[in-house]
């Protein structure tokens, strides 16, 4: 378990739904990985994402789903590409990312409270 953090500092990340739709395969990455467009509604609009997922998914399975993303990281360098929001999983017991989601349809661009 991380160290206790306040619930101030919770509050600080901007965790978001948002549907992916577009993704196709990333070669230029080192480890295995698809880019992402992510649409999170009309106050953020529509933002990329590299995720290392290809162990459970494919391009095809992953356009229309809903995911979660943190919106307020710093854009970071990935190769060739920008990715603007760091897309949340969590490992399997192999070590291959499972998509964190929510289990109904929300609006995209709903805030984690």
Known sequence: MSETISFA???????RTG??????VFPQA????????????????????????????????????????????PPRQIGPFMSEVLTLGFLDANGAVVLASVDKTVADGSRLM
């Open 19 to 24: 549907t992916v739709v577009a993704a196709e």
């Open 30 to 73: 080192r480890k295995p990985a698809f880019k992402l467009r992510i649409d999170f509604g009309p106050e953020i609009g529509e933002k990329k994402s590299s995720a290392q997922i290809t162990e459970h998914y494919t391009p095809e399975s992953l356009v229309g789903r809903q995911v979660m993303a943190v919106v307020n990281f």
């Open 9 to 15: 500092d919770f509050e600080k990340v901007d965790i």
